[in-house]
């Protein structure tokens, strides 16, 4: 299911120029997000990727071209989105999996999501990528969980799908991580319990 949502949004915008130095500069953009500058100037981005700013230019018409085509490259060089063994397993092994996924991909890439959402008022592609992906992991999280989803109704499963995207999102590792200062075991540790409990709730009514 998730790789049809994963298609929509790479087809959303086409990347028609494969040359070398501009998949540098946009790989030199993603590293300095993730190194913490939010964001990356042109004579940062130049200078990592070792081309002028007139060059870099040639490829994006403006730094936004430019997180755009980024946004589109972390999918590409952050496989993270898929659960391994996705569906197998018992329910306290799924949710163990599950979480670990979801906390090691944010930990590594919430600066590039912090990145894109401080766009998304201004940019309507910018919204609509964080919506697709938001939509993906609401996918994985459905196929993941269907033992459990499968005897609900259909309002009961869409609820339980939206309140496990929502305790795992990253909107919750920067409440956890930032606002409460949680450490990285405190905050798995918080996230197994929700699930476990938005399951366990479901599966009693």
Known sequence: MYESAINELVNAKPDDDNSPRRAKAIDAFID??????????????????EISAATLFRYFDTLDQLRAAAFLRMIERFPLIPIADSGHGTRKERVDRFVASRFAATEKLHLLAQLQRSLALRDPGAAEMIDTVRRVMAQEAR???????????????????????????VESWEHFRRAFDRSPQQTQRAWVRGVEAILTRESTK
């Not at 300095?32 to 940062?44: D, I, K, R, S, Y």
């Not at 499968?150 to 496990?164: C, F, G, N, R």
């Open 32 to 49: 300095l997000v993730l190194e913490g500058h939010l964001p990356p100037t042109t004579a940062q981005v130049a200078e990592r990727s």
């Open 143 to 169: 196929k993941h969980f269907a033992p459990e989803i499968s005897t609900l109704t259909e309002a009961e499963a869409e609820d339980t799908v939206a309140l496990i995207a929502s305790v795992t999102s």
